[in-house]
């Protein structure tokens, strides 16, 4: 890419290439995706350099591109997940896949870049210490971690031979969104909306009176809306909802938690067209299923005349995303029992149908939007009250998937039974992720919210999404079902979330506190 005018310039070689570019102010990574069009390094959370989904390397060492001025990097080698060597490249696509450590496919990109740079500076020679350190600097909602780990220890072996086709339509069943699965995937080529947008359209980003800032750049929109990175608050989640009088055998107590997807909201729109969809290649575990963005990008296009990109930042995701809504609750020896939930729509159609033995009330609580459609929201928590009033330990979901789960020797042990298998690899990373996120949502996530109902944890790694560090070995036992294909994961997220919270003794309040 060339440039003519006398404005400063700034050059470096990307992926091989050189490349000049203006020197605007913008980050390494706006740059690279909005300049140069190399859509490899995702935007997670810019510009708060804490997903790893931008991760680059930098004269071969891995560094976050969101907080790295362009300017910074002047003259230096920048590699890219499609800059490192074709067979590297193609290696670690086949692994992740064959492992199952991709899922919806935006947060490996940066994750392979750096275990690459990891692999090279010792010769493979790193052990799961070091490969668990390395993803510190990463989030990955979906898979869990171990299918990743799993990934590096099988690097360079030949993958199963499978039938593609049926492992996406089991993606397709745990997401809940068309979804595709290959080794194309890992490296973030799933067709995300942001990666897809026409070169030259406008970008839009929310103002703090809620209307919408339209500019050329990504860079000059956030500058007149005047963003500001969010911070992370020292007060600890709490649960806004006080427990209904009973003679209860078990209580529980919960805050508003974040979906925590990975991939912010995001589409874009031709005049006259119809908005690029928001879940190109994942669920968000239902968290954007009811998103204004794509209506604003339409409304948008029509009044400006030329295609425009609408998208969330972090910051924004965290203040109007829906979460999953506090409850308090109490169930009686027979299994009958009160709930009271934070006002949501379907909500309490979710409990009753699952648990009709409950009587729920919905109260008004100053916070941010809640979901029903979130994974399990509700019936989850009426299956683990259950559980602790001593009813069976199996959960079967309202779509027909079958999941136990204990914990033994500090291990997750589940079992998953959701019809035909359609693929083995893809409904246990499911499950595999399921159990994680169960796991992270009994003990460490949670969002503080202040009385007047606004969020005070805004950066990605305040939402307590454990660590690969912090996870426990989970081990699935898919049982191939009689029937058609149903989702599992939902009934994994419960029987895991039961069988922690059981184990650690049923604490009224969560987050319980990490660990096992």
Known sequence: MGETSDEPVLLFTVDGVATTVPDDGASLLEVLRDRIGVHGPKDGCSPQGQCGCCTVLVDGAPRVACVTPARRVAGKVITT???????????????????????????????????????????????????????????????????????????????????????????????????????????????????????????????????????????????????????????????????????????????????????ADATWCEPGGEPASLLANGGAFGGKLDSPVGEVARRLADEHGRPVRVLWSREDVVRHGPKRPPLAAGVRPDGTGVIRVARTPGIVDAIVA?????????????????????????????????????????????????????????????????????????????????????FGWVTSEGLAVDADGAVGDLTIRSFGVPRAVDTPLIEVDVVDGQGPAVNGSDAVFTAVAAAVWLHKGTPERLPAGMGL
């Open 354 to 438: 699952y648990a009709p033995g409950f009587t729920v009330e919905e109260v008004d609580v100053p916070g941010p939007p809640t979901s029903s459609k979130l994974r399990a929201a509700g019936w989850a928590e009426a299956a683990m009250l259950l559980a602790a009033a001593g009813g069976a330990q199996e959960v079967v979901s309202p779509d027909g998937g079958r999941a136990s789960a204990r914990i033994e020797g500090g291990r997750i042990l589940v079992t998953v039974e959701a019809g035909t298998v359609l693929d083995e690899i893809v409904l246990r990373s499911y499950a595999v992720g399921a159990a994680h996120m169960a």
């Open 81 to 263: 997940v499609d800059g490192l060597p074709a067979d590297v490249r193609q290696g670690w696509a086949e692994a992740l896949c064959a492992s199952g450590g991709s899922q919806c496919g935006f947060c490996t990109p940066g994750i392979v870049t750096r275990l690459a740079a990891l692999r090279a500076k010792t010769g493979g020679t790193a052990d799961h210490a070091q490969v668990h350190r390395a993803l510190q600097a990463h989030l990955c909602r979906c898979t869990g971690w171990q299918t990743i780990v799993e990934a590096w220890d099988n690097l360079g072996v030949s993958p199963p031979a499978r039938d593609l086709e049926a492992a996406s339509r089991r993606a397709a069943i745990e997401g809940r969104t068309p979804q595709r699965v290959g080794p194309e995937v890992a490296l973030g080529r799933g067709g995300f909306a942001e990666d897809t947008a026409p070169e030259g359209a406008l970008v839009a980003v929310p103002n703090p009176t809620g209307g919408w800032i339209v500019a050329e750049t990504l860079t000059e929109a956030r500058r007149l809306a005047g963003k500001v990175q969010g911070r992370r608050t020292t007060v600890n989640a709490e649960p806004p909802i006080g427990m209904p009088e009973g003679d209860w055998v078990a209580t529980l107590r919960t805050s508003w938690v974040e979906p925590a997807y990975l991939e």
